[in-house]
């Protein structure tokens, strides 16, 4: 799968797709992460981007020919991706959709707004409004991390073998935890549950479906 993020700030990604388990995906060709500049698609010599909104008003909004222009280049990529925009008035991301998108081979091209907001007429080549909660942030760069990371560890083959992604699908919501403890078995008076020293596979299984968030 291929996710393109359009988006001003570029660098702001770096550290998030470099670690860990997304840079093992990338390394394994499971995922291909292409960050897109705005600005290179800007207006002029000064790569204008944003303007003052028509009807007056604070601010600024991203204006419409470099927004069109960089998602033509993404889809000129990858001709079937599904354009996603950030923005705090879209559907509330779910481990649901976040499944939906792992599990269709198609790319997904992700929009980062800043500013006010944007021109609204890029909602014209926008299949999905999201957003990742009920607050405003500075732009959509931390929710398209969110989405990125939410999704990559869900494409087959990311998580190793019969781990997370497996067991999380007996779940009906797949966000579902119980609480884990590791060794020692007594720390600062704090002592692990009996049950799950026991070795009775049933019995933790039992407690571990009656302690789940
Ligand atoms: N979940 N932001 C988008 C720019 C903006 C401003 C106004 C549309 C209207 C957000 C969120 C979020 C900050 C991304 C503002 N776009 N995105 N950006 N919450 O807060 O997704």
Redesign the pocket.
């Known amino acids: 799968m291929t996710i393109q993020i359009i988006t001003l700030f570029p660098e702001m990604f770096d550290g998030v797709l470099n670690s860990s388990m997304l840079w093992k995906a990338q390394k394994e060709n499971l995922v291909e992460y292409k960050l897109i500049n705005l600005r290179d698609f800007g207006i002029g010599p000064r790569k204008q981007v944003d303007d003052i909104p028509y009807g007056g008003g604070d601010g600024m909004v991203l204006k419409p020919e470099p927004l069109f222009a960089a998602v033509d280049a993404a889809k000129e990529a990858d001709p079937d991706a599904k354009v996603l925009l950030?923005?705090?008035?879209?559907d509330l991301f779910t481990q649901e959709m976040a499944r939906e998108f792992a599990a269709t081979e198609a790319g997904l091209i992700i929009i980062?707004?800043?500013?006010?907001?944007?021109d609204e007429r890029i909602t014209s080549v926008v299949d999905k409004q999201?957003?990742?909660?009920?607050?405003?942030?500075?732009?959509?760069e931390l929710?398209a991390m969110i989405i990125a990371d939410a999704v990559t560890r869900l494409i087959p083959g990311v998580l190793g073998g019969e781990t997370s992604a497996e067991k999380e699908s007996h779940s009906q919501a797949g966000v579902l935890e119980h609480p884990h403890y590791t060794r020692p078995e007594k720390f600062r008076g704090l002592s692990v549950p009996e049950v799950l020293l026991s070795g009775h596979h049933g019995q933790i299984e039992q407690w571990r479906q009656a302690n789940q968030k």
């Open positions: 950030m923005t705090p008035r879209g980062c707004g800043r500013y006010e907001g944007y999201i957003s990742i909660g009920e607050y405003v942030l500075t732009g959509g929710p």
